[in-house]
């Protein structure tokens, strides 16, 4: 049973110690990593994935319930605890999505009677978060950028079932983020994402600053940023619609405009 992970710091690009130190996340955490483009932070999820021991280049850390972790989740896939969704899909077997799926259920159930269940269910996940459904017979290869990261995240969340998520830039994929947030939330799991979206930074529990390659600070959501985040969510909601206009070859009007004031 996996309860917390630790990051311990090591250093940033300059060599010198990382400010924050230490970093423990518990089951049920959401956790989002912000920080300008270049400024590391895909590096800090890649430091997570591979269980870092002192031996990446920022020098960090990671323990599972406080010990290093055991060597099986790395060198057993069906053992491995984290799943992570990249910035970039290119890595994927041409099968088409129900293989896909059903290969991934085969390895990590054991009740096989329950692999078309699971399958169903990845997909249904899957096509809550896109504008086109997607189907089960195209080609993992067919599918557009946002399909594959939405059948990425229903395949880590619903079929690897791993207790821990990685997400790197959600929101890049087009996808509808804050849906995809809401489905994650109702899985007890520890759910990190990499963000630039300050909707899905106020929606999580805290957050991790990073900044020339270091973790600089974590800010907890407080209750005014909660007050905040309603405004947010309100004028993001609003930018959603003109960009789902603009979508489906609409156009924008001076009246649209005056909602954001
Ligand atoms: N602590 C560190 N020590 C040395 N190099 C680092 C450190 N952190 C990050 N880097 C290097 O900095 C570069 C940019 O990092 P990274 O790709 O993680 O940035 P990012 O924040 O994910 O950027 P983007 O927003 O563009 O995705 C990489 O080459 C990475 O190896
Ligand atoms: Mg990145």
């Known amino acids: 049973m996996i309860k917390t992970i630790t990051i311990l710091g090591g250093h940033g690009r300059d060599g010198q110690r990382e400010p924050v130190e230490q970093i423990e996340l518990k089951m049920g955490d959401v956790a989002s990593i912000v920080g300008p483009t270049g400024s590391g932070k895909t590096t800090l999820i890649n430091d997570i994935e591979l269980f870092a021991n002192a031996n990446t280049p920022t020098g960090r850390r990671i323990l599972i319930n406080g010990q290093v972790a ?5 060198d057993n896939p069906a053992r491995n605890p984290i799943a992570l969704i990249t910035q970039h899909t290119t890595f994927l077997a041409d099968l088409p999505v129900n293989e896909f799926l059903t290969t991934h259920a085969r390895i990590r ?4 009677s329950q692999v078309d269940a699971l399958v169903g269910k990845a997909l249904s996940f899957a096509n809550q978060l896109t504008g086109e459904p997607i189907l089960v017979h195209s ?3 067919e599918l557009s950028g946002g399909q594959t990261r939405a059948l990425l995240i229903a395949d880590a969340t619903i079929i690897c079932n791993t207790p821990i998520v990685l997400l790197d830039e959600v929101e890049n994929a087009g996808i509808h983020r ?3 947030l809401e489905l994650l939330r109702q899985y007890q799991k520890i759910f990190i ?3 630039h979206d300050p909707r899905i930074a106020l929606l999580s529990d805290y957050r991790i600053v990073i900044g020339g390659g270091s973790m600089t600070q974590v800010l907890h959501t407080d209750e005014h940023e909660r ?3 309603v405004r947010v969510s309100r004028l993001d909601d609003l930018l959603s619609g003109l960009r789902d206009r603009i979508r489906i070859g ?4 001076a009246e649209m405009m005056e909602e954001f004031s």
């Open 227 to 229: 007050a905040c985040s």
């Open 139 to 141: 080609r993992m290869t």
């Open 178 to 180: 804050t849906r995809a």
């Open 250 to 253: 609409g156009r924008l009007t």
């Open 193 to 195: 994402f990499v963000t």
């Open 70 to 74: 055991p060597a099986e989740y790395r």
């Open 109 to 112: 159930t054991t009740d096989h």
